[in-house]
């Protein structure tokens, strides 16, 4: 009795499908890392910290919208400015963001990640340059223009939602092996909230006035312009960046990270093959 117990469990054992080979062992940030996905982070980081300069610097922009008010800055109560600063953040938020995170759901496994990630870059640069190029002379001047002005900046965070904002925290967690994909992403995070700082940081002191004694709350005229064209070339980047080194990921399931890591092994012979890691149109 006993011997036909052992005997079908040898059967069984013998009868179960092979495994299948495993990924090697490489560890994160090895020599193996990069040659794999090196790429892919830096694209990653790359992009979320360029969109997160525009974007957090993009909030600062409030601020220069009632620039073009008839009141002197005293003569308003510091609550009436808060309270007009969060009432057009609002509208902004229910006529832009929220409308562009919608087409985006709606077009991204349609169009694909990439090309609406260019799009969004492109247009927000063509954005800040229709800003920026006549601001000194047009739009700090003339005070019925504050609702085109209001209009451009509402464009900017359409096209930034319709764009890098969302696609930069899509794309890293659809490029990376599971055991790497979760701090991947973090970095890739953590890059984004460096853009952050450096964006509001280098906003508020690049268009400061050089009189340090003069009692004007508003950004110099000058400043100002110079530091929208410098968005919109950081937007450019993002264009480039994107266009050079980002990866699409439409139609790609995760379990074809893990398959590239094992497609990826060392043959016999000594070739490796790699054709998996090609870009994906």
């Known amino acids: 009795?006993?011997?036909?117990?052992?005997?079908?469990?040898?059967?069984?054992?013998?009868?179960?499908?092979?495994?299948?080979?495993?990924?090697?062992?490489?560890?994160?940030?090895s020599r193996r890392f990069f040659s794999l996905h090196g790429r892919d982070l830096f694209a990653a980081s790359a992009?979320?910290?360029?969109?997160?300069?525009?974007?957090?610097?993009?909030?600062?922009?409030?601020?220069?919208?009632f620039t073009f008010s008839n009141k002197p800055p005293n003569s308003t109560n510091v609550y009436d400015s808060a309270f007009e600063v969060a009432k057009v953040a609002a509208i902004v938020a229910a006529c832009s963001t929220i409308p562009g995170?919608?087409?985006?759901?709606?077009?991204?496994?349609?169009?694909?990640?990439?090309?609406?990630?260019?799009?969004?870059?492109?247009?927000?640069?063509?954005?800040?340059?229709?800003?920026?190029?006549?601001?000194?002379?047009?739009?700090?001047?003339?005070?019925?223009?504050?609702?085109?002005?209001?209009?451009?900046?509402g464009l900017i965070f359409f096209f930034s939602n319709f764009g890098p904002n969302t696609t930069t925290f899509i794309i890293p967690a659809e490029l990376f092996p599971t055991r790497f994909r979760s701090t991947c992403h973090g970095i890739s995070g953590a890059a984004g909230k460096l853009g952050a700082?450096?964006?509001?940081?280098?906003?508020?002191?690049?268009?400061?006035?050089?009189?340090?004694d003069k009692e004007d709350i508003f950004p110099d005229v000058k400043r100002v312009r110079i530091a929208f064209l410098i968005l919109g070339g950081v937007c450019i980047a993002g264009v480039l960046v994107t266009y050079f080194f980002t990866r699409e990921t439409m139609g790609r399931s995760?379990?074809?990270?893990?398959?590239?890591?094992?497609?990826?092994?060392?043959?016999?012979?000594?070739?490796?093959s790699a054709n998996e890691l090609l870009p994906r149109q």
């Open 101 to 153: 995170y919608w087409f985006t759901v709606y077009f991204i496994d349609r169009v694909g990640r990439v090309k609406i990630q260019i799009m969004g870059f492109f247009l927000m640069a063509v954005v800040y340059l229709a800003a920026g190029i006549p601001y000194s002379w047009y739009w700090s001047k003339h005070e019925k223009t504050n609702k085109g002005f209001m209009v451009l900046y």
């Open 1 to 29: 009795m006993s011997e036909s117990i052992l005997s079908q469990i040898a059967e069984d054992s013998s009868s179960e499908p092979p495994q299948p080979p495993s990924s090697s062992p490489y560890k994160l940030f």
């Open 47 to 65: 992009n979320w910290f360029l969109v997160d300069v525009v974007f957090y610097t993009s909030n600062l922009l409030l601020s220069q919208i």
């Open 197 to 212: 700082i450096v964006g509001t940081v280098g906003f508020l002191w690049a268009t400061k006035h050089e009189d340090e």
């Open 254 to 272: 995760l379990e074809e990270n893990e398959e590239d890591e094992i497609g990826t092994t060392v043959a016999p012979g000594g070739s490796s």
